[in-house]
């Protein structure tokens, strides 16, 4: 079964310029999350899809972030226009929901470098 | 504030000798706790997930322990392997919670030396 996958897999930029970010959830999970990790700190949540639909968008940072999940499938994470603060990697994650005290298993991609200069 | 501490922020241990990672959080109200191990360029891979109930849990070589009332958590390597350097995430679930309800800890850095 193939993981999480994420495109691309490093990224430079230059302030002002656009960028996209891909993630391929493991196919069949309804659930697909986008973190951040800035540099020196923690893993943060960015948002939440349950299939097409955005569950919760509250760790977004700004509107300069625009995450889509056209059919459910796939997910992109555009940022326009890039700021040296947004330099990280950038997560997906994927998941199926059990019952069980929300103990479900979340999987990760390996991320994608981003980084703004 | 829904925190998670690690400690120590990095270490290094020589090959087949045992190590213990701390994790100490805030998060409130609980719901369970993960630790994750994240290979350089890869994303992180989960070890064990433990809620309330559960004080103890293996995955082979690998021991979490949790301890909801003083909220605590360690998670002990037996006989490291070189494939044991990486970084280990404790996260922390709240129930109920926004964001996911998730809380990551920044790591502990672990170097196993031949």
């Known amino acids: 079964e193939a993981g999480v996958t994420q495109f691309p897999s490093h990224s430079v930029i230059e302030k002002g310029q656009t960028v996209t970010l891909r993630c391929d959830p493991i196919s069949g999970h309804d659930n697909l999350y986008w973190y951040r990790r800035v540099m020196g700190k923690e893993i943060k949540f960015l948002l939440h899809?349950?299939?097409?639909?955005?569950?919760?968008e509250s760790g977004m940072p700004n509107n300069r972030f625009l995450a889509e999940r056209t059919g459910g499938t796939y997910s992109t994470l555009k940022v326009q226009p890039a700021e040296l603060e947004d330099s990280g990697v950038y997560f997906c994650?994927?998941?199926?929901?059990?019952?069980?005290?929300?103990?479900?298993?979340?999987?990760f991609g390996p991320g994608t470098r981003l980084t703004v200069t | 504030k829904n925190q998670v501490e690690q400690s120590p922020q990095s270490l290094i241990i020589l090959e087949g000798k045992n190590c213990t990672l701390q994790?100490?959080?805030?998060?409130?109200?609980?719901?369970?706790l993960r630790w994750y191990k994240q290979d350089t360029g890869r994303g992180p891979v989960s070890l064990t997930i433990?809620?309330?109930?559960?004080n103890t849990k293996s995955n082979g070589r690998y021991t979490a322990t949790l301890d909801a009332d003083t909220k605590q958590s360690s998670l002990h390597i037996t006989a490291s392997q070189l494939s044991d350097s990486a970084s280990y995430i404790c996260?922390?679930?709240?129930?109920?919670?926004?964001?996911?309800?998730?809380?990551f800890g920044k790591g502990t850095h672990l170097i196993i030396q031949p």
């Open positions: 899809f349950v299939k097409e639909s955005k569950q919760d």
């Open positions: 996260v922390v679930r709240s129930l109920g919670g926004g964001a996911d309800g998730l809380t």
């Open positions: 433990m809620t309330f109930s559960e």
């Open positions: 994650a994927s998941s199926q929901v059990y019952r069980d005290l929300g103990a479900y298993e979340q999987y």
């Open positions: 994790c100490n959080y805030t998060v409130s109200p609980f719901s369970n």
